[in-house]
Structures are given as C-alpha cells and as structure tokens.
C-alpha cells in the first residue's frame, strides 16, 4: 500500500475527526492582540512623524539648495552687469520727463515717459533693445519691452547717451509691457499643512505623578483583584502627527519684505499610554486615568470609594488647536519660482482635546479649555519656514512651506504636573491669488 | 450582526477595530484548535493564535482571493507554530526510511473520540512527532514538502511520520479501553 493509500485511510480519519473542531481561547488572547494593534497604530502614527519630518528636511535643503546658487547667479550678473554697462542699458529714473518732441509736458496727450535708460552707445547711432529687460524702479519692475531706441539728440535735452523708452499712449504701454507679481501688493491664499508634533513631554517622577494622581485621593481604592498595596503611576505623551487647514493674507511691505498672516485649524493626533484605569458604578465605563485627565470633576466630585486596577493602556489624544499666524518675510527670489524666508509668532488657542481607547473598551475623556484644563487656553509658538512658489497661473502661485515651529511659551497651565514644550517640522503647500 | 469575509477584509485594510475583533471572533475557535495541535499546552496554543492574528491584520492588505480568507488565516497560524516549534523541535534520531509500509489494518474508531481526546493525543507525541504527524496527516502536506519546510530529510520525515503513527494507535487503543471500562464501571 503506497503513502496515498495510507492518506486515504488513517489520515482522513484524522482530517474527518478534527475538522470543524472548535475550542475556545480564553479572554486575554484578544485583550493581547487589541494591545499590540494599539501599539502598531500607534508606532504607525510614529513612523508617519518619522516620514514628514524627513520630507521637511529634504524640502529645506532642496530649497536652500536653489536658493543659494540663485543668489550667486543674480550677484554674479550683477557683477557681469556692471563689468558690461559700458554696452548695456542702464536705468536711470528720472521723476518727469520731456515727451518726444522735447516739451515738458509729461502727460500730454496720453502719453507717458516711465523711464530712461542710460546707453553710452555711438552717438547719432539709432539704436534698440527689442529683448527682455528686468528693470527695476523703486515701485515697479517691468520685464518686456519690445523698443528701446536711441533718440541722439532729437529734441532731449539729455546727454546724448541718455535714450528713453518711445513714448506711446499708456493703454499701449501697458500692453507692452507686463507687471510681474511680486509688484501685486496684496494676497490671499488657502492652504493645507502637515506636521511631526512632538509635545516633549516631561513627567514628574514616578512617585511625583503617583503622589498628585493617586494619594492625593483618598476615595481611589486599588481593586482587591489587584492587591491592596498602591501602584505607580506611569504615564507618557509620545510623538504624533498635526495637521492643519487655514486662510492666509499677507501684504508686500517694502521692496523684499512681506507681513503675512491668517487662521488655521488644527489636529495633532499623539498618543496616550497610562496604567490606571478607574472604575466607578457612576461611569457607564471604566476611565483611563492620566495627569492630563486629574482635574476631572467627575472624579474629583465623588465622596465614595472608587477602585483602580493597573492596566496599560494606549489612548489616541486628538488636540484641537485655532491659529493665528504673523510672519515676517523677506524675498530672497522673485521670478517665476519665488523663494521667500518666514519667521513669526504663532498664537495657539487650545480647543480642547480627546483622549479616547482605540479599543473602545474605556471611556472616552474629552477636555475643554478652562480651569480645570492642564493646558492653557492661549499659548505661542516660533515658526521659521522658506516658503516657495511657482507661479501657475497669472495671479495664482502654488505655495510650498518647509517651516518649524517650537513652542516659546508656556503650553501646560501652572498647576500641572508634568511639562510640554511641543514643537514639530512640517511641510504646508497651497495657493494664493495675487490682488493688482 | 454577521459580516460577509469580504466585509470584514475590507474593514480589517481601514483597521476597523470593531471589524478585527468580528473576524477574530469568527476564526477565533477554529484557528486555537490548530495551534493546540502543535503544542502540549493551551497557554503555548494562545501565545501562537495571538502573534498569528497580529499577523494576519498587520498583512491582511496582501491578501489575494485566489484561496479563502479560512485556509490564509491557517496557513499563517501553522507557519507562526512552526516558528514556535523550530527553535525546540528535537527529531529523535531514527532510521531513515525510503517507503512507509502498513504494517497492519487496525480499523481506529477515531471518529468515536471527542475533539478533546484527540488533541490530547496529539498532545501527547513528542515535539517532531507531533508536527510532522500535523503537517503530514491533517494540513496534508506531501514528505518532501516537510523536508523541505523543516529543513529535514525526506527520509526523517517518513520515519517520524511513521513513530508517529504508531504512537497514535496505540493511544487509541489505550483511550478506547480507559473509555470501555469507565463505560464498565459506570454500569
């Protein structure tokens, strides 16, 4: 008899005899598995923090990386220029000019004379620059124009080498010559950010955390269950994820400095580990016990005997946050791409914050701004970023920001046990229409 | 409310955990029989269905329907036993054999004993025993597939297979008798 003829007999007993056997695990199996996906999501949370802050990076150093070589390129033309103004054209601005026939009178007949340009060419030589031209004034830069002639001494009385713009009526004028954006004083945008939120949270010791949340409470019972001797209280606030939605408008201040600011809402998602979970007969169910949550009424108010058992568990902690950004620019390109560094205040309004049990097994515990809140409703953060742009449409620029921001001022109230000083990398992108 | 294995995939790829814990429910059962087939004691059997069904959400995403969402969940629960057993499967040193031949024709009333009994069986043979009795009798896997999934020879295998076998009718034997006489002494 070959090994199939054996399968066929003994073994299929076997397969016949287990098959759609069923026992059942015992409770703690799940409980273990829910544990480890909690830690999984929130090690995924970790791993995302993880990704933007590296993208930030390579933002940074890929813009300061254009941004560099830009520099030497407009200063190395600059040098180029002036080693080359003997041939090239020159402004010269020049607040009212003479029109072509030599009168005084600037704006008669629609017309009008912007500006001269200095051209030490051969006199009595006509001559004309029908190219591209960045000139630049101290209102004003305009990038084409199609004739550039030279005049000699035909009714200016100018230096022959002085040669201006023909004078043509300003509706045409304007057709010629085109006003870049940089020039458009105002803006407004929207815009979305992601960033790493690493709150640096900094607990009391142990015994300190387990004094203000335990034995300051005299109604807080360990289960029997559990032993009668007190536990430890351990607790952690780890690196999430914010992100935020916003409108933003800012203003061209002077030549290269810009005033920007807005509103934002956002959403940091941390993560909560705690081994405290309280039960009441009062709560529908058991409560994650934390620093964050010691002020809590519900708690605080009750006269009778409340147990705790010690189990760890992992809590989402979603924070909501209202922003109002100020922030100083200055330009460092203006061209199609546009390069600009940030820096300003970030003034936080706390909206509260939830922590809650991925697992849905624990109450979950929402936290409003107010007294009893650990945190301060108001707060304010640094923020630095290099914004860049590309101009897609002709008022409309695609925004991209590497910025960081770190927290300059208290977030957690006095009375707080534990600290936090959060501050993140984080990478925003939008648009923006240019106003004339 | 039951959930159709198509629903409680996709909830399982959002990482739904109310979806989760309904597909842990649903295989739960079935899944602990198989890892209690691997090893001697329950406590062992919930260690491997845990680290197994963290798995199976963790990379439930590369699930493919070309085998059912039953047969993928318990070919990860074999492989996290195997693992399990790896590190401590000590196959006693035997003669290899080339052919298994039947050396009789006991007709084993094995549908005659309780899931319980034999699981207590299985439990019973020695570590190499066991797998290979699983791998070979119940999950089906051919000699050398084992071989190679062991790392073993084919001929280690046959011969542990055949231990085994041996051991096991011999059990049934015994427990059969344990039961009649129980039977017996009841009456």
């Given at each position: 008899?070959?090994?199939?003829?054996?399968?066929?007999?003994?073994?299929?007993?076997?397969?016949?005899?287990?098959?759609?056997?069923?026992?059942?695990?015992?409770?703690?199996?799940?409980?273990?598995?829910?544990?480890?996906?909690?830690?999984?999501?929130?090690?995924?949370?970790?791993?995302?923090?993880?990704?933007?802050?590296?993208?930030?990076?390579?933002?940074?150093?890929?813009?300061?990386?254009?941004?560099?070589?830009?520099?030497?390129?407009?200063?190395?033309?600059?040098?180029?220029?002036?080693?080359q103004k003997e041939n090239q054209p020159t402004l010269v601005s020049i607040p009212s000019l003479p029109n072509a026939n030599g009168s005084d009178d600037a704006g008669a007949n629609g017309i009008s004379y912007n500006h001269i340009i200095s051209f030490p060419a051969e006199k009595?030589?006509?001559?004309?620059?029908?190219?591209?031209?960045?000139?630049?004034?101290?209102?004003?830069?305009?990038?084409?124009?199609?004739?550039?002639?030279?005049?000699?001494?035909?009714?200016?009385?100018?230096?022959?080498?002085?040669?201006?713009?023909?004078?043509?009526?300003?509706?045409?004028?304007?057709?010629?010559?085109?006003?870049?954006?940089?020039?458009?004083?105002?803006?407004?945008?929207?815009?979305?950010?992601?960033?790493?939120?690493?709150?640096?949270?900094?607990?009391?010791?142990?015994?300190?955390?387990?004094?203000?949340?335990?034995?300051?409470?005299?109604?807080?019972?360990?289960?029997?269950?559990?032993?009668?001797?007190?536990?430890?209280?351990?607790?952690?606030?780890?690196?999430?994820?914010?992100?935020?939605?916003?409108?933003?408008?800012?203003?061209?201040?002077?030549?290269?400095?810009?005033?920007?600011?807005?509103?934002?809402?956002?959403?940091?998602?941390?993560?909560?580990?705690?081994?405290?979970?309280?039960?009441?007969?009062?709560?529908?169910?058991?409560?994650?016990?934390?620093?964050?949550?010691?002020?809590?009424?519900?708690?605080?108010?009750?006269?009778?005997?409340?147990?705790?058992?010690?189990?760890?568990?992992?809590?989402?902690?979603?924070?909501?946050?209202?922003?109002?950004?100020?922030?100083a620019g200055f330009i460092i390109l203006d061209k199609r791409v546009n390069l600009r560094i940030n820096a300003g205040v970030i003034t936080n309004f706390y909206l509260g914050n939830t922590l809650k049990d991925p697992t849905k097994s624990l109450a979950t515990i929402e936290l409003?701004?107010?007294?009893?809140?650990?945190?301060?409703?108001?707060?304010?953060?640094?923020?630095?970023?290099?914004?860049?742009?590309?101009?897609?449409?002709?008022?409309?620029?695609?925004?991209?920001?590497?910025?960081?921001?770190?927290?300059?001022?208290?977030?957690?109230?006095?009375?707080?046990?534990?600290?936090?000083?959060?501050?993140?990398?984080?990478?925003?992108?939008?648009?923006?229409?240019?106003?004339? | 409310?039951?959930?159709?294995?198509?629903?409680?995939?996709?909830?399982?790829?959002?990482?739904?955990?109310?979806?989760?814990?309904?597909?842990?429910?649903?295989?739960?059962?079935?899944?602990?029989?198989?890892?209690?087939?691997?090893?001697?004691?329950?406590?062992?059997?919930?260690?491997?269905?845990?680290?197994?069904?963290?798995?199976?959400?963790?990379?439930?995403?590369?699930?493919?329907?070309?085998?059912?969402?039953?047969?993928?969940?318990?070919?990860?629960?074999?492989?996290?036993?195997?693992?399990?057993?790896?590190?401590?499967?000590?196959?006693?040193?035997?003669?290899?054999?080339?052919?298994?031949?039947?050396?009789?024709d006991e007709a084993d009333a094995i549908s005659s004993f309780s899931h319980q009994e034999l699981l207590r069986m299985i439990g019973e043979l020695p570590d190499g025993c066991r797998t290979i009795f699983n791998l070979y009798a119940i999950e089906g896997y051919k000699h050398f597939?084992?071989?190679?999934?062991?790392?073993?020879?084919?001929?280690?295998?046959?011969?542990?297979?055949?231990?085994?076998?041996?051991?096991?009718?011999?059990?049934?034997?015994?427990?059969?008798?344990?039961?009649?006489?129980?039977?017996?002494?009841?009456?």
């Amino acid at each position: 008899m070959n090994g199939s003829e054996i399968r066929d007999s003994f073994e299929k007993q076997w397969q016949e005899a287990l098959e759609g056997a069923e026992l059942s695990p015992s409770g703690r199996v799940w409980e273990q598995i829910d544990r480890d996906l909690a830690n999984a999501d929130a090690s995924r949370y970790k791993r995302k923090a993880i990704i933007y802050k590296y993208a930030a990076v390579v933002a940074i150093l890929v813009a300061v990386s254009v941004s560099i070589p830009s520099n030497w390129i407009r200063k190395g033309a600059s040098d180029q220029f002036v080693a080359q103004k003997e041939n090239q054209p020159t402004l010269v601005s020049i607040p009212s000019l003479p029109n072509a026939n030599g009168s005084d009178d600037a704006g008669a007949n629609g017309i009008s004379y912007n500006h001269i340009i200095s051209f030490p060419a051969e006199k009595d030589e006509e001559k004309s620059a029908d190219k591209r031209v960045d000139l630049y004034t101290d209102q004003h830069t305009y990038e084409l124009f199609t004739s550039i002639s030279r005049k000699g001494s035909q009714g200016l009385d100018v230096d022959l080498d002085q040669f201006w713009i023909d004078p043509v009526p300003d509706y045409s004028f304007s057709s010629v010559v085109s006003q870049r954006n940089k020039y458009n004083r105002f803006w407004a945008g929207v815009g979305l950010g992601s960033s790493s939120f690493d709150p640096n949270y900094q607990s009391n010791t142990t015994d300190e955390v387990t004094s203000a949340v335990l034995t300051s409470r005299p109604h807080l019972v360990k289960d029997t269950k559990g032993g009668g001797s007190i536990s430890s209280v351990s607790e952690e606030i780890s690196e999430g994820v914010n992100f935020q939605l916003g409108l933003n408008m800012g203003m061209r201040i002077a030549n290269r400095w810009t005033l920007e600011s807005g509103m934002q809402y956002g959403e940091a998602m941390l993560t909560t580990t705690t081994n405290i979970v309280v039960e009441n007969r009062h709560f529908a169910r058991s409560v994650p016990l934390s620093s964050e949550a010691s002020n809590l009424e519900s708690i605080n108010r009750t006269q009778e005997i409340v147990e705790y058992v010690e189990d760890d568990v992992v809590l989402n902690n979603t924070f909501h946050f209202a922003s109002v950004p100020v922030k100083a620019g200055f330009i460092i390109l203006d061209k199609r791409v546009n390069l600009r560094i940030n820096a300003g205040v970030i003034t936080n309004f706390y909206l509260g914050n939830t922590l809650k049990d991925p697992t849905k097994s624990l109450a979950t515990i929402e936290l409003s701004p107010g007294d009893n809140s650990p945190y301060r409703t108001v707060s304010f953060s640094g923020h630095a970023g290099l914004s860049v742009g590309y101009r897609l449409l002709k008022n409309l620029d695609l925004m991209v920001e590497p910025n960081y921001a770190q927290s300059i001022h208290p977030f957690i109230g006095t009375s707080s046990n534990f600290a936090a000083t959060p501050s993140g990398l984080g990478l925003s992108a939008g648009v923006r229409y240019n106003f004339k | 409310m039951s959930f159709s294995d198509e629903e409680l995939i996709e909830g399982c790829r959002k990482h739904d955990r109310n979806m989760q814990e309904k597909l842990y429910d649903k295989y739960a059962r079935s899944m602990f029989v198989v890892a209690l087939r691997y090893v001697k004691l329950e406590q062992e059997a919930e260690d491997i269905l845990q680290e197994a069904f963290v798995k199976v959400f963790q990379s439930i995403g590369k699930f493919r329907k070309d085998s059912t969402l039953s047969y993928w969940i318990k070919r990860i629960v074999v492989n996290t036993a195997l693992n399990h057993q790896r590190s401590k499967l000590y196959l006693y040193p035997m003669v290899d054999v080339t052919d298994l031949k039947k050396k009789g024709d006991e007709a084993d009333a094995i549908s005659s004993f309780s899931h319980q009994e034999l699981l207590r069986m299985i439990g019973e043979l020695p570590d190499g025993c066991r797998t290979i009795f699983n791998l070979y009798a119940i999950e089906g896997y051919k000699h050398f597939e084992i071989a190679k999934l062991l790392k073993i020879s084919e001929g280690t295998s046959k011969s542990q297979y055949s231990r085994a076998k041996s051991l096991l009718k011999e059990k049934l034997r015994l427990y059969a008798k344990i039961g009649y006489e129980r039977v017996g002494d009841q009456g």
